[in-house]
């Protein structure tokens, strides 16, 4: 009897969750996935964040996939709701990330209207030629240059009777590259730049191009061989057709685009004061290798720009470069220095400022075309500064709750023998033979227990115990990278050594976990990723009982994502 009274309760308590949750479906509006307090999470909010999960990672679309991806942004909304009430959205950093949200977002608006809409639909006799030259390897090797000029000289060169190896051997740095001839081994449609397998299809085996121009710079390209595959049919070029298309299109639009930014900056006529911006540049080198460090770029960089000003204060209002009749002076620069490309700033500081004024010129386009009023552009806006505000919270939370040294060794000692190994070790045994018959012989009768096999007391050869191999060593120089990926008693062999000849194989191997001192720095990040994990699951759980949270899953279930 207790136990029907139970089951009823159960009944009904799951009968009145159901009425509320309908209740709460119908009042949220037609486009609201789900809300957080007064936070909306629309459709549209959703698919930005899901859409790219598919695109660019292994997980597949399933409604499991979908409800992760909508907690998830659930979660950042409480927790981003947490930290505007803290009044963390007063920092000067979101000005910038703001910023560069509508960048990132007037670029793909753009992007579609100067480039996708304008990409000419691709011919049959496009993909024709593609699907010939996809089943169609070239051997080919080039000689390469980074400007035209030189590219010319090397040519008539090469007309005037100088060997190929030769200016090969002059050209590439390399060594591989110097002693083979430029070589680059078979190719195939889809492998190289556009413009390289263009001029290399047009020649046939033994004959070499004019100079042509890449993105990487000049090359004098020449076809060894040619080999077809010659049994295709109908069926084959079917099956190959929707990925060939894929392929000239991605090339289409990237020429195009191409095309666009360089219109771009050529309208701009961007110029640097030769006096300003190399001392610039030179400045603020060496410190932004220490920034960049750091997990946060633009938040890390916003307190630096103090310094800088300092640092260049008798230049601050100087003009440092000019572009489509805009002037910026060295502070106007150092102010947008937090929207700067991160990868750049350590290679190419002026490559990485063209570049920041590329974006600028993109933006005031969009400010121009009242693009920051787009849905679009507000809901890029708002994802970054959720995110942003959400991971800022919980960097917040966890300044008060730091990992501890003692915390550091108990994550090392939890994890470190499947985390923290070293490479593999490996037990070797040589076996020395006389000549390289009596090598050969033996080797497919020696089993495991070779120690006490009747060779090795007729002292057919004489056995080397080379011991423990934790990487190559400088008397056996190769076997450990011949061994280590080996299954255990794998013979190798027979070698030439010392006036003889020697199989060798491992028996043994074993990992050992790096000590704590070599790996500190790696165990002391992942032992705050993992706080950080457990500190998120914690917040949410607690900050949720303070939101009205309502979701309506039935419109995540109808919703077509390919839309």
Known sequence: MNLHLQIKKILLGLILILILFSCGKKDLPEEVVAEVGKTQITLDDFKRAYLPILLYSDKKESM???EEILNFLVDQAILANEARRLELDTIPTLDVLRR??????FTRILYRDWVKD??????EDELRTAFKQSHTSLLVRHLFVPDQASALNMHQ???????WDSLALATFKEASLASSGGQL????????????????YELEPGERSTPVQTK????IIQVDERSREVMLTEYDYSLQRSQLKRIIRERHEQHLADSVVNQLM?????????????RVWTAIQEQVRNILNTEDIQESLTPELESFENKLDPILNEEMLSFSGTVWTVKDFLERLPEMNRQLMLSDLKKATAFLVRDEIIYNEGIKRQLENSPEVIGEVKDRENQFLANLYLRYQADNQPVSPDVIKGFYQKYSTNRYLAADSIYIYELSFQNQESALSVK???????????????????????????????DRADYYHKLVNLPLHTILGPFERDQGYVLILATNRHRQPKPLEEVYETVRFDAQEDRNAKLRLSEVQRLSEKYAIRIDRAKLDSLNWRD
């Open 118 to 123: 304008k990409v000419p639909e691709i011919s």
């Open 157 to 163: 060169k090469l007309e005037a009777g100088v060997s």
């Open 266 to 278: 050529a309208d701009a006529s961007l110029v640097f004061q030769p006096e300003i911006a190399p």
């Open 216 to 219: 990487f710079g000049w090359h």
């Open 444 to 474: 497919p009768t020696l089993s495991p227990d070779f120690r006490n096999s009747a060779q090795a007391q007729e002292n057919v050869f004489q056995i080397n115990d080379l011991g423990w191999f934790q990487g190559a060593r400088a």
């Open 64 to 66: 499991a996939s979908r």
């Open 185 to 200: 081994g078979w190719i195939k449609f889809g492998e190289m730049d556009p413009d390289f397998e263009k001029a290399a």
């Open 100 to 105: 560069t949200g509508k960048k990132a977002a």
